[in-house]
């Protein structure tokens, strides 16, 4: 989906206030890759900074929002696992920063 339209991801308020990016991986546990990141990266620069340029460069876990908890749904690290989501987030924050 494009970042012009507008999609049902996390619930209210968070579908209206985020643009959500899925990294998919076999099994919760399994490492994302760098190639994954890299990809992610070179999207936002091409196709959500075009259309949003002002947009904050700040991310969430699903689970981190009140609406993601109560869905059940996981993410790459859930809740549990604090210092995992925020190793991944500085991942993508390292590598966004540089191309934005």
């Given at each position: 989906?494009?970042?012009?339209?507008?999609?049902?991801?996390?619930r209210s308020p968070a579908?209206?206030?985020?643009?959500?990016?899925?990294?998919?991986?076999?099994?919760?546990?399994?490492?994302?890759?760098?190639?994954?990141?890299?990809?992610?990266?070179?999207?936002?620069?091409?196709?959500?900074?075009?259309?949003?340029?002002?947009?904050?460069?700040?991310?969430?876990?699903?689970?981190?929002?009140?609406?993601?908890?109560?869905?059940?749904?996981?993410?790459?690290?859930?809740?549990?696992?604090?210092?995992?989501?925020?190793?991944?987030?500085?991942?993508?924050?390292?590598?966004?920063?540089?191309?934005?």
């Amino acid at each position: 989906m494009r970042p012009q339209v507008w999609g049902w991801n996390a619930r209210s308020p968070a579908s209206s206030e985020w643009i959500a990016v899925e990294f998919a991986q076999g099994q919760l546990g399994s490492p994302i890759s760098d190639s994954q990141i890299d990809a992610f990266c070179a999207y936002a620069v091409a196709r959500v900074k075009t259309v949003w340029p002002q947009i904050p460069l700040a991310f969430i876990h699903h689970s981190q929002l009140a609406s993601g908890r109560a869905d059940g749904k996981t993410d790459i690290y859930p809740n549990d696992q604090p210092d995992q989501q925020q190793a991944f987030i500085e991942r993508i924050l390292t590598r966004l920063q540089r191309l934005w």
